[in-house]
């Protein structure tokens, strides 16, 4: 017998019996076995990796569900902002009024400018009243609007172009230059109050706050929405129907006269090109079915077609509509119609702030806690050639 310099997996020597067997194969076959241990190892180790791997991730996952889960059992959720400390003061304050605050909560109120000793709005709530006026005061979506800090605003006006000539080589040159003014916006203040139960200022599953934004947006939205059309000045803006525009006459006390299509044609394109392409038409509901029942005299297909394609709004003409309540109904001496470029022809102008004061003591007896709201707002006529009314004949 004689040994071979070869081990096995174990590291013993592999020993040969001379002539019995072939030392190839011998090799061969520990080098297979040496494989497939080797493979097996490996895929061991796989799965045992590929199983914490999975672990984590499911564990991952369950946690992630877990989030989710109690975030939709939440009242409030936490998908939305975490609302500021001067915001939860304030809802504190409309539920419970000053007295009843924490320190911590009453030093977070901000204390307004004004007599009243009420406490500035935080922006949230200012935001979500603004937005209900809007919807209320059809003015407001065509006019610009900015806010000011001031008792009155100053807008610089051109009264005069330049007067430019044709001269000779020598001649004397005349002067060429503008003439300005200046138009005056003071602004006005409107006041509301609203009356709050007990039991709803309790009940904590009810936002109060949503509560008293929209019933002061609908007063507010009322009186400056009346105001912008009509308003005389006093104590209140100018409304653009009192602002000297021009007019084109219907020639009819009780109708749009007796081509009401031409009239709506005249009209328009006697506006200058700059504002016509930029104007939008502005009349309340009856003149809006006045107009919607406009015939050809021989096909009898209706004139005015509405879009019917949505999110294209109505148009007259290839102009927007915008349906304003308080303008006038077709009459004697009426102005039913409104046309104009109103961004370029009326200024809208915000007072910064509007506070509330929480009374609680003169409705105790009544089981209601009255909230004083203030808000500050001043419009006028910017250009008056930009907006051109239609004025009915006068009996």
Known sequence: MKHLLLNDLSGAPLELKEGNEDPVEVVTKALGDLTKTVEDRLKAIETKTAAIETKADTTKLVERLDKIEAKAG?????????????RKAFTSYLRHGRDSMPDEERKALTVANDTSGGYLAPSEFQAEVDKNIVEISPVRQAARVSSTSAGEVILPKRTGTPTGSWVGETEDRPETGSTYGQTEVPIHEMSAYV?????????????????VAFDLAEEFGRME???FVKGNGVKKPTGFVNGGL?????????????APADLLITHLYSMKAAYRNRGSWMMNGSTLAAIRKLKDGTTGIY??????????????????????????DIGSAAVPIAFGDFKAGYRIFDRVGMSIFADPYTQRTNGLVRFHARRRVGGATRRAEAIKLIKCATS
Not at 195 to 211: F, G, H, P, T, W
């Open 303 to 328: 004139l005015w077609q509405p879009a019917y394609a949505a999110g294209q709004p109505e148009t007259i003409l290839g102009r927007p509509v915008i349906e304003a309540p308080d303008m006038d």
């Open 195 to 211: 009356d709050v139960s007990l039991k709803l200022l309790e009940d904590s599953a009810v936002n109060v706050e949503a509560e």
């Open 74 to 86: 939440r009242p409030t959720g936490d998908d939305k902002k975490e609302p500021s400390e001067e």
């Open 225 to 227: 929405g009346l105001a």
């Open 246 to 258: 021009a007019y084109t006459a219907s020639g009819n006390a009780s109708t749009l006269g007796s």
